[in-house]
């Protein structure tokens, strides 16, 4: 049986798809770095401690794994919804055990890569509708992903450094750091 692939032809949004799961990885392993205890630790968000950018980037995966998933299939799926009710979502994640936490992201990234996997190579092109209202072409749903894992990692305050981000990450990095 041969490997399932992304079914992606063009070269910036394979290269964005490869930024984010590198990105992804690097999030994990500064997560992996982390006890359960440094979790209650402030992060470098304002009233945030570290669960909540946890919490923050596995339901970031979740909502846009759903999205890709109600556009691949047709059946709608369970979305977030706008940006007061992601706040909510995200202060309800930060209430979880730290094991609940890890697992969430760990999973939504993993529901993420795999319905970008599955979608057919002509749907790329495609508009999603989020949940909080925002239109966005599938193709940079990648590059956003990018940018929410890497600079995650850098808001939790816990060794990420900004000289380990990709350039066209740390641009961003550079320019805003809120949530």
């Not at 799961?21 to 304002?46: H, I, K, N, Q």
């Not at 909510?88 to 760990?106: F, I």
């Not at 939504?108 to 599955?118: G, Q, S, Y």
Request: hydrophobic share 45%; no cysteine; net charge negative.
């Amino acid at each position: 049986m041969a490997a399932r692939t992304v079914r992606a032809t063009d070269p910036r949004v394979l290269d964005d798809l490869l930024l984010a799961r590198r990105g992804t990885a690097y999030f994990s392993r500064v997560l992996g770095r982390l006890s359960d205890a440094d979790l209650e630790e402030p992060s470098l968000v304002d009233g945030w401690r570290r669960r909540h950018v946890v919490a923050h980037v596995g339901y970031h995966a979740r909502a846009l794994a759903r999205a890709v998933e109600e556009l691949r299939t047709g059946s709608p799926a369970p979305s977030a919804e706008a940006d007061e009710a992601r706040e909510v979502e995200v202060d309800l994640g930060a209430s979880l055990p730290a094991v609940a936490l890890r697992h969430l992201h760990a999973h939504a990234a993993v529901h993420l890569d795999v319905e970008w996997r599955d979608l057919d190579a002509d749907r790329w092109g495609d508009v999603l509708t989020l949940g909080d209202g925002r239109q966005v072409p599938v193709a940079r749903t990648p590059r956003e992903r990018a940018e929410v894992v890497w600079l995650g990692a850098l808001r939790l305050g816990s060794g990420a450094r900004a000289v380990d981000l990709p350039p066209e990450i740390a641009q961003r990095a550079s320019t805003s750091f809120s949530a």
